[in-house]
């Protein structure tokens, strides 16, 4: 699998090349990759290939965000259509300008004046959604600078950015059965080994005391290592005791948002996705939330197995530095200062 995943990477590097020309004649500019609408592509060997890819990203094993532009001089990216400016496509971000947009398959720079952005639409914007989409995305397009250099892909799984097969058989390899059962929750601005973790929470698969003595591994107790009054599930650990209440009203503070008490990893998901906020502010608002218990877990860990490195005034600190220092490597594009995070990271 992660060598024909070769074959896209190629695909859309090797743009000038006979053998791409030819894909693109018979399968169309996006080589049947991402295809929303399920072509048939007939039964050949391309077909084969672009159809088990398709499926990793249909079933989230892989994000279809683990590949995206970087902007160059914008010739080659596609405004609405590549992932190129923040976590996701605008035409995923801003469905409603869109579903407006008269130039659907235009490219960044084809909408890059000399005095700015300019637009084309099939009718004038109109106020509330349209128009609160439109200021968020002028938001996000106020960081963009052109460079004298052709755009390229990147591939996030790689420090360096280039594809590599090593990187991605890792990734699937981490990634073993449960798949069906639990489609992952991939969240951009935080690193994989977060996202990760995060899956296990999901999947209930961490070497809680609980979870040990149910695995017949004999443990000297039962009890959460931080309160030492209940049984320790992931659900106590990282919801319910105490130690972690009091550390998730400190969030609810900083945030300015009520946080209710989860019991479990999917009330904080269902929490996160019951507030009616643009995406990307949404999957900031998830970051965080997987910060905290990633922070939290950690320090469990520490306490049992590393005391003296278990600082409990600090875990709120390392909530926010962590949170802050992974978000803006991810997402470059974006200006904001460790002051304003620290005031309030989410809603501003
Ligand atoms: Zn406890």
């Known amino acids: 699998m992660a060598l024909l995943y070769k074959w896209r990477w190629r695909f859309i590097n090797e743009d000038n090349s006979l053998w791409v020309k030819l894909i693109k004649r018979l399968y169309g500019d996006s080589g049947g990759f991402m295809e929303r609408s399920r072509r048939c592509l007939g039964g050949g060997v391309w077909a084969k290939i672009v159809g088990s890819i398709n499926l990793l990203h249909e079933k989230n094993v892989l994000p279809e965000t683990v590949l995206h532009r970087?902007?160059?001089d914008g010739v080659k990216t596609k405004f609405w259509k590549d992932n190129w400016c923040w976590t996701d496509k605008f035409e995923v971000l801003f469905p409603r300008l869109f579903a407006l947009a008269r130039?659907?398959?235009a490219t960044a720079r084809d909408f890059w004046g000399d005095d700015g952005w300019h637009f084309s639409w099939r009718r004038p914007i109109r106020g509330g959604?349209?128009?609160l989409q439109l200021t968020n995305m002028m938001?996000?397009?106020?960081?963009?600078?052109?460079?004298h250099r052709p755009d390229r892909w990147r591939w996030d799984l790689e420090d360096s950015g280039d594809f590599t097969v090593r990187s991605l058989r890792k990734h699937l390899d981490g990634s073993t059965l449960p798949i069906a059962a639990q489609p992952t929750r991939w969240n951009p601005s935080v690193p994989i080994k977060i996202n990760i973790f995060f899956w296990r929470v999901i999947l209930n698969r961490l070497h809680s005391r609980?979870?040990?003595v149910l695995r017949g591994v004999a443990v000297e107790s039962i009890l959460c290592p931080l309160c030492q009054e209940e049984e320790e599930t992931v659900n106590h650990l990282l919801f319910e005791c105490s130690m972690a209440r009091q550390v998730w009203q400190r969030v609810a503070t900083w945030i300015q948002r009520d946080i209710p008490l989860f019991d479990s990893p999917g009330g904080m998901i269902a929490w996160v996705d019951s507030h009616p906020m643009v995406r990307f502010i949404r999957s900031k608002l998830e970051?965080?939330?997987m910060v905290v218990i990633?922070?939290?877990?950690?320090y469990r860990n520490a306490k049992l197995f590393n005391p003296e490195r278990a600082k409990k005034h600090l875990l709120f600190d390392n909530i926010?530095?962590?949170?802050?220092?992974w978000f803006v490597v991810r997402n470059s594009k974006v200006r904001i200062s460790c002051v304003d995070w620290l005031q309030n990271p989410v809603f501003m």
Request: charged share 15%; glycine share 2%.
């Open 210 to 212: 609980a979870q040990l």
């Open 294 to 298: 990633w922070v939290l877990w950690t």
């Open 320 to 325: 926010r530095e962590f949170s802050f220092n």
């Open 129 to 131: 959604e349209e128009s």
């Open 287 to 289: 970051s965080i939330c």
């Open 103 to 105: 130039a659907p398959d």
């Open 139 to 147: 938001v996000l397009l106020d960081s963009v600078s052109f460079a």
């Open 70 to 72: 970087v902007l160059g």
